[in-house]
C-alpha cells in the first residue's frame, strides 16, 4: 500500500519561511514523478512545483517560481521562503508514474495524494 504522509505545516508570518516534507513509503521512489499541489480555503486546487524522476529538473507554478524549491532526496521537500498571505493552503504532495512534469501538473493521472498539511501566512 503506497502511503504519501506531509509534515512541516503550520503558521507563520509574511516574508518567513517554512520546509514541507513528504514522506514516501509502498512504491519505488526513483520510478515517479513527483510534486506539490495546494488548495486555499474554498479554491480550486493548484499546481505548486514538480520534480523530475530522472535528472532532478524542476518545475514551478508562476506564483511561487523564485521562491520555493522543490527537492528530494530520501523524502520530498518543499523549502518555501518569503511567505505571503496568498501562500495559505492545504499543501499536498503527489506521486505520478511519469517522466512528465507537465502531466503530473495537470492533476489528471496522480496515482497517489498525501493528506495535506495546514500552511498559513498571517499578514
Known amino acids: 500500500q503506497a502511503q504519501l504522509v506531509e509534515s512541516g505545516g503550520g503558521l507563520v508570518q509574511a516574508g518567513d519561511s517554512l520546509r514541507l516534507s513528504c514522506a514516501v513509503s509502498?512504491?519505488?521512489?526513483?520510478?515517479?514523478?513527483l510534486g506539490w499541489f495546494r488548495q486555499p480555503p474554498g479554491k480550486e486546487r493548484e499546481f505548486v512545483a514538480a520534480i523530475s524522476r530522472s535528472d532532478g529538473s524542476t518545475y514551478y507554478a508562476d506564483a511561487v517560481k523564485g521562491r520555493f524549491t522543490i527537492s528530494r532526496d530520501n523524502a520530498l521537500h518543499l523549502q518555501m521562503d518569503h511567505l505571503k498571505p496568498d501562500d495559505t493552503a492545504v499543501y499536498y504532495c503527489?506521486?505520478?508514474?511519469?517522466?512528465?512534469?507537465?502531466?503530473?501538473?495537470?492533476?489528471?493521472?496522480?496515482?497517489?495524494w498525501g493528506q495535506g498539511t495546514q500552511v498559513t501566512v498571517s499578514s
Open positions: 503527489a506521486a505520478q508514474n511519469t517522466y512528465s512534469m507537465m502531466a503530473l501538473a495537470l492533476a489528471t493521472g496522480i496515482n497517489y
Open positions: 509502498g512504491l519505488d521512489f526513483s520510478r515517479y514523478t
